[in-house]
């Protein structure tokens, strides 16, 4: 729960409670708007060159460990490593809402601005660059003051136990969502995926996104260098772009399965309905 414990009894299954903050909510959509529009702009940043590499170079004659492009037959292909898939229609090769057929890597319809533009995807994608960082630096803070990292997303000792953890897998696994008071707190599960995010993925698509720019050179190449090369820095990015988008998924298909209703509510107006417990099976 990330608002003050509730005085008096503890809350029951049918009670409407207060569960997320306004700075929590605020920064959920403010995020999610935000990481949507980084996420568009920098698929049409990667079609200038839809390629990664590892180390300090990379450009068209050198070994890609990933690539999307197009056969000399027209076939849109996707190749990470040894292993080639055909993506035609999708990735590569893909027609755009005037019926012309298109070799770029990702399709109109997922990028920022839809047509090809990679100095509009820039501007995009380092306004909103700017939102991430100030919002992640203010809601660290401002978690860190009102207690709701110490209190909702801190990891104690009983819950690292693998026991534990392998507990909650189960539980998720078999569809088997906390009821009751239990459902206002985080499970060792949630906290990981929060903590993963806030402490690793978010921080680090900054700083490779830093460690990208040649202006970072001037006054921190020690940035660069940490990452092993500004190409290696981009293919860190990218994966910790796509590790959001599944974060994305996992928590949409949650939110779905324990009642979207709900949960969408919470969000929006900080009032959460406690799930009831069912009854005993006779």
């Given at each position: 729960m990330n608002?003050?414990?509730?005085?008096?009894p503890?809350?029951?299954?049918?009670?409407?409670?207060?569960?997320?903050?306004?700075?929590?909510?605020?920064?959920?959509?403010?995020n999610?708007?935000?990481?949507?529009?980084?996420?568009m702009?920098?698929?049409?940043?990667?079609?200038?060159?839809?390629?990664?590499?590892?180390?300090?170079?990379?450009?068209?004659?050198?070994?890609?460990?990933?690539?999307?492009?197009?056969t000399?037959?027209g076939?849109?292909?996707l190749?990470?490593?040894?292993?080639?898939?055909?993506?035609?229609g999708?990735l590569?090769?893909?027609?755009d809402?005037?019926?012309?057929e298109?070799?770029?890597?990702f399709?109109?319809w997922?990028?920022?601005?839809?047509?090809?533009?990679?100095?509009?995807a820039?501007?995009?994608h380092?306004?909103?660059?700017?939102?991430?960082?100030?919002g992640?630096?203010?809601?660290?803070?401002?978690?860190l003051?009102?207690?709701?990292?110490?209190?909702?997303?801190?990891i104690?000792?009983?819950?690292?136990?693998?026991?534990h953890?392998?507990h909650d897998?189960?539980?998720?696994?078999?569809?088997?969502?906390?009821a009751?008071?239990a459902?206002?707190?985080?499970?060792?599960?949630?906290?990981?995926?929060?903590?993963?995010?806030?402490?690793?993925l978010?921080?680090?698509?900054i700083?490779?996104g830093?460690?990208?720019?040649?202006?970072?050179?001037?006054?921190?190449p020690?940035?660069t260098?940490?990452?092993?090369?500004?190409?290696?820095?981009r293919?860190i990015?990218?994966?910790?772009?796509?590790?959001?988008?599944?974060?994305?998924?996992?928590?949409?298909?949650?939110?779905?399965?324990?009642?979207p209703?709900?949960e969408?509510?919470?969000?929006?107006t900080?009032?959460?309905r406690?799930?009831?417990e069912?009854?005993?099976?006779?």
């Amino acid at each position: 729960m990330n608002g003050p414990p509730p005085a008096g009894p503890e809350p029951r299954g049918g009670d409407l409670v207060r569960r997320h903050r306004l700075s929590t909510r605020i920064w959920h959509w403010t995020n999610a708007v935000t990481l949507l529009v980084m996420l568009m702009s920098g698929l049409m940043i990667f079609n200038a060159h839809p390629r990664l590499y590892w180390g300090e170079y990379g450009a068209n004659f050198d070994t890609a460990w990933l690539d999307i492009g197009a056969t000399t037959d027209g076939r849109g292909t996707l190749r990470i490593g040894a292993l080639r898939l055909e993506t035609t229609g999708v990735l590569g090769v893909w027609t755009d809402p005037d019926g012309i057929e298109r070799h770029r890597a990702f399709p109109w319809w997922a990028t920022i601005p839809s047509r090809y533009s990679l100095a509009d995807a820039r501007i995009w994608h380092l306004a909103f660059a700017w939102v991430l960082a100030g919002g992640l630096l203010v809601y660290l803070l401002w978690s860190l003051a009102n207690g709701h990292l110490r209190r909702d997303i801190h990891i104690t000792a009983r819950e690292w136990r693998p026991s534990h953890i392998w507990h909650d897998v189960r539980d998720h696994a078999r569809l088997c969502f906390p009821a009751g008071a239990a459902a206002l707190r985080y499970n060792v599960l949630q906290k990981l995926a929060y903590a993963a995010v806030l402490f690793a993925l978010i921080p680090l698509m900054i700083a490779t996104g830093l460690a990208m720019s040649p202006g970072t050179d001037a006054w921190a190449p020690v940035l660069t260098e940490m990452f092993g090369g500004r190409q290696s820095a981009r293919s860190i990015h990218f994966l910790c772009a796509f590790a959001l988008v599944g974060f994305f998924v996992v928590h949409i298909v949650m939110v779905l399965l324990a009642g979207p209703f709900n949960e969408v509510r919470a969000m929006i107006t900080g009032r959460y309905r406690v799930p009831r417990e069912k009854a005993p099976v006779p």
